[in-house]
């Protein structure tokens, strides 16, 4: 079974640009979690979603924005891009009724 | 407001038992997880424990939780060169994972 994938595995953006990220979850899997892991920063949570809604966001400005679409994909969207929004982007999902978590590869983004 | 803590570095000999451990404060967590991440990769999942559990073990990873404390540890036994990673502790509460800063653990031959 298919685990916990995402797309672009990096991409490299300049500042003021926009950068879309991609992830699907496990088969079964409605909830994805974006993370953000930037040098120093340790993991930092950015937004949940669940059966499509966006349920949690983490203390990060609005141009940091996703959905989820009806096949439980997940898109994160970064508009404006800083120089400090280069990190290692993580997402992660999970059955609603289920204790496992599984995280992807990452996308690791880069802003020059 | 939500914390997780864990001690940044842990150096064992190959052979020997590591244990990394973690504190947190949110009592509403309902689940406790380990993370692994090697070098440039992402987290991959070596164990969890419901909050209402004390202790689980799985091969060569045992999980113990004292709630009353809001401790968490994972050992490992018989560690290996190939453990040497960095492992995150997390608590799981309120629609999102709070991870620790992630313990650097260094196995030496």
């Known amino acids: 079974e298919a685990g916990v994938t995402q797309s672009p595995t990096h991409l490299i953006k300049t500042r003021g640009q926009q950068a879309t990220l991609r992830c699907s979850p496990i088969s079964g899997h409605t909830s994805v979690y974006w993370y953000q892991q930037a040098l120093g920063l340790g993991l930092q949570f950015l937004l949940w979603y669940d059966e499509g809604e966006e349920r949690n966001r983490g203390n990060f400005p609005p141009r940091f924005s996703g959905r989820q679409f009806p096949n439980y994909s997940s898109e994160l969207n970064v508009n404006a891009l800083e120089l400090e929004d280069s990190a290692l982007y993580l997402c992660a999902t999970k059955d609603r009724g289920a204790g496992e978590l599984f995280f992807g590869e990452g996308s690791r983004l880069t802003v020059l | 407001g939500e914390d997780v803590e864990q001690s940044l570095f842990l150096s064992v000999r190959e052979g020997d038992s590591s244990v990394i451990n973690c504190t947190y404060t949110d009592s509403s967590s309902t689940y406790l997880y380990w993370y692994k991440q090697e070098p440039g990769a992402g987290l991959q999942l070596l164990t969890y424990?419901?909050?209402?559990?004390d202790m689980k073990q799985d091969q060569r990873l045992t999980v113990l939780l004292n709630k009353k404390d809001k401790h968490l540890s994972l050992r490992i036994a018989d560690t290996q060169t190939g453990d040497s990673a960095i492992y995150f502790c997390a608590e799981y509460g309120t629609g999102k994972l709070i991870f620790g800063q992630g313990t650097t653990l260094q196995v030496k031959p």
């Open positions: 424990i419901f909050s209402n559990m």
